[in-house]
């Protein structure tokens, strides 16, 4: 007997009757012979109505009572998911966070897993019972409650997982797989059979919505194997793990391995970026790094950079780099602060941009690759604001409207558009 983790998304649990649907999955599942643990989402919309409703009362709330607010909306999904498998005669006990042993930092609406004592949860699998747990949650030293932020359910199941040595962490949402593109945005994009770590870890980074970065991390450093699934067909999915070998040869496509060919495996986008100019930077050694210093402790990412030497016989230059919009803010204000150290002009801020990113193997090794894409871009007439490239990606910073089309031209230069459209079956992916 195998026991099998499952995440089922926020669109999986949207209403009473996708929970009986989910229930029903699950059921199966245990009639096949697994033990089953489960991972829930809030249902639907309901994160973002709680936030809704907490702006009513106050424009700055208190990051711990916010909290405690949106844990609710989990708490809600996993007792009447245990309802509902009751009501099929399945025994199930559900969890908080805290019930389950999820001990976190202190960073309220980011905290960061530090331990799992999953003793409770093996007790209920042992019992015969389906173990549910509220995802996106834990508890620190102190007993305060905490969120985990974004892609906070999906990295609790991967914990869990790796907590009780599952076989199998199954994620799902309202898409048939990970694709080579958001099958929304590109709905001649196909279903990717298997991919590595790295190259989910690529795609997850850059703007693909479907698995979260931080729960490819996970599941790479414990070695949890991921079956990502629609909760609303009985496709096969995506599987990643360390090897080809640890997935059902049915669920490969032969043409997915090849041997010294450039392997691009998908396109990923993101809206929420936004370009940052450092204007007038004297042309010292040292400067660049100075800059990212300032900015180090108020930026979650940096990506694409870029350095224009716009009036060179006066030593200086723009310095550029591609961040989350929310962080865009909180660099201003950080680089501004040290503006008379790092003897700049002043900072732009551009935030109508997005990005665009293909992840696959030797790509800069390839220099048709690039040259491919830029073409593609240039063909469709989108203007590229700036330019990266490693041996696994080549990201593009564009106009923020011109991103999606982006997305589809560079789908389409590279031959990964299927003969068949994608199907979708709810809105929200998660």
Known sequence: ????????????????????????????????????AVVVSAMGDTTDE???????????????????LLTSGEQISIALLAMALHEMDVAATSFTGRQAGLR?????????????????????????????????????????????????SDTTAVAVAAALEADVCEIYSDVDGMFTADPRIVPTAHRIGWMGYADATELAAHGAKILHLRAVEFAQRHDVPLHVRSSFTDQPGTWVSASRDQVPADHLDPQEDPVEEPLIQGV????????????NVPDKPGRAASIL??????????????????????????????????????A?????????????????????????????????????????LLKALADAGITVNMFTTSEARISV??????????ARAIHTAFGLDSDQTAVVHAGTGR
């Open 104 to 152: 976190t930092t202190d960073a309220f609406g980011s905290a960061r897993i530090t331990e799992i004592d999953a003793s409770r949860l093996r007790t209920s699998l042992d019992a015969g019972q389906v173990a549910i747990v509220a995802g996106f949650q834990g508890w620190t030293a102190d007993e305060h409650t905490t969120t985990l932020g974004r892609g906070g």
């Open 268 to 279: 990923a986008h993101t809206h929420d970026q936004a370009m940052l100019t450092v204007v």
């Open 1 to 36: 007997m195998s026991l099998v983790v499952q995440k089922y998304g926020g669109s999986s649990v949207a209403d009473a009757e996708s929970i009986r649907r989910v229930a029903r999955r699950i059921a199966a599942t245990r009639a096949a012979g697994h033990d089953v």
């Open 397 to 406: 910073v564009v106009a923020d409207d011109q991103v999606e089309d982006a």
């Open 50 to 68: 709680l936030l809704d409703l907490s702006r009513e009362i106050t424009d700055s709330p208190s990051q711990r009572e916010l909290d405690q």
């Open 293 to 330: 210093a300032a900015i180090s402790e108020v930026v979650s990412v940096i990506d694409v950079l870029g350095q224009t030497h716009t009036a060179r016989e006066n030593g200086l230059c723009d310095f550029s780099f591609s961040l989350p919009a929310d962080d865009a803010q909180r």
């Open 332 to 372: 201003r204000e950080a680089l501004e602060a040290q503006q008379d150290a790092l003897e700049f002009a002043h900072v732009a801020v551009d935030e109508n941009v997005g990005k665009v990113s293909v992840s696959g193997h030797g790509v800069r090794s390839h220099a048709e690759v690039p040259a491919m």
